[in-house]
C-alpha cells in the first residue's frame, strides 16, 4: 500500500544548489547532497564522518549519459578527499549515514552491494562502481532493517532528483486496488504498421518504449531533430542493434513525450496521443480524456 511521505530538505545556504540535508519523518537516515565544488565544506558536517554509503553523480552529457559511483566508507568524508583524485567524471555527491550509531561496516557493505545491483538492474545509469560487491552476511533481522533503509534511501534520491536506483517500466501489481487501477501507467499501448511495431506505456518520465520495439532506421524530413539526434545517441551506445533496414531496441528507454517515441518508431512526425492504442485500439489521448473525466 502507497502512503504519503514527509521529507524534509534544509538548504544550508538557502539555495537549491549548495548543500543540502535530508531527513523524513521517523527514519533513523539521513541524506548529505553537495557539489563537487563545495567538498571541502563537508569537512564542518559531522554527518559525513560516519559509515555510510554515497553516490558519485553526473547529469546526462550529449557523450555519455548519465553516470554514477557508487562506494561505501567508515569515514565518507575521508574517503571522499581520495575519491575526488581517483574519479573525475562526477559533479555531485549524495551521501547516507545514519543519525546515530546504527550503521556498522557490515551493513554499509550490505547496502554498497544492493544498491549496486539495484542500479544496474535499473539501468538508467551508467554504473562506474567495476563488478558488484559481495553483499556482507547479516543476520535475517538486519538485513530487514537495511532493506527497510534502502526503500527510504530511494526516495530521498528520487526527491534529489536522480531515479538511478527505478526501473524505467511500470510494472503494475495485479491486485491493486480500484484507484490504482485507473492510474495511466497501468495501460500498455501499441503503435504498428507494414514495417515496424512497438509497445510502451506512460509514466511520470514520459513515455517508455519496451525493450524489442522497433526503431525505423529511415527519417522523413518531418521527423523532429531531437528525436534524429536521439536515435543516433542510441546507435552508438548500443541501445538499439541493426535489424535489417531498422532497429531494435535492447532495453526499455523513456523518451520525452508519446509524440518523440512514436517519431523514433515511424521515422515521421506524429501525434503520440493519437498514434499509440490500447489492444482494443482506444487511443492514449482517449484514455487520458477518459481518466480526467473520471476525477
Not at 16 to 44: D, F, M, T, Y
Not at 52 to 58: K, N
Not at 222 to 240: L, N, Q, Y
Request: with cysteine.
Amino acid at each position: 500500500m502507497n502512503f504519503g511521505r514527509k521529507v524534509t530538505v534544509y538548504l544550508a545556504d538557502g539555495v537549491p544548489s549548495g548543500i543540502r540535508h535530508v531527513e523524513i519523518a521517523n527514519w533513523s537516515g539521513q541524506a548529505i547532497a553537495c557539489p563537487r565544488s563545495r567538498l571541502n565544506e563537508l569537512k564542518e558536517w559531522s554527518e559525513t564522518e560516519r559509515p555510510g554509503v554515497y553516490f558519485l553523480l553526473e547529469k546526462q552529457t550529449a557523450k555519455t549519459g548519465d553516470r554514477a559511483y557508487i562506494g561505501e566508507s567508515e569515514n565518507v568524508v575521508k574517503r571522499l578527499s581520495q575519491q575526488e583524485r581517483d574519479q573525475d567524471f562526477w559533479n555531485e555527491v549524495i551521501i547516507f549515514t545514519s543519525k546515530g550509531e546504527n550503521l556498522t561496516r557490515a551493513h554499509v557493505k550490505y547496502l554498497e552491494s544492493r544498491l549496486t545491483a539495484i542500479s544496474r538492474a535499473a539501468d538508467r545509469y551508467r554504473i562506474e562502481s567495476g563488478n558488484t560487491p559481495t553483499e556482507s552476511v547479516l543476520p535475517r533481522a538486519d538485513r530487514d532493517v537495511m532493506e527497510e533503509y534502502i526503500h527510504n534511501l530511494r526516495i530521498v534520491m528520487g526527491t534529489l532528483g536522480h531515479r538511478v536506483l527505478e526501473p524505467v517500466k511500470v510494472v503494475a501489481s495485479p491486485k491493486r486496488p480500484e484507484s490504482e487501477a485507473r492510474k495511466l501507467a497501468n495501460f500498455t499501448f501499441s503503435f504498428s504498421s507494414s514495417t515496424v511495431k512497438a509497445t510502451g506505456q506512460q509514466s511520470d518520465d514520459g513515455f517508455v518504449l519496451f525493450e524489442g520495439s522497433d526503431i525505423s532506421g529511415k527519417n522523413n524530413p518531418s521527423m523532429p531533430k531531437k528525436a534524429v539526434a536521439m536515435r543516433e545517441k542510441w546507435i552508438d551506445d548500443g541501445t538499439v542493434k541493426s535489424d535489417g533496414e531498422n532497429y531494435k531496441l535492447t532495453k526499455d528507454i523513456a523518451p520525452s513525450s508519446s509524440s518523440y517515441a512514436a517519431a523514433l518508431i515511424s521515422g515521421n512526425s506524429k501525434s503520440g496521443p493519437t498514434s499509440w492504442l490500447t489492444e482494443e485500439g482506444v487511443s492514449l489521448k482517449k484514455i487520458e480524456e477518459r481518466l480526467l473525466d473520471e476525477t
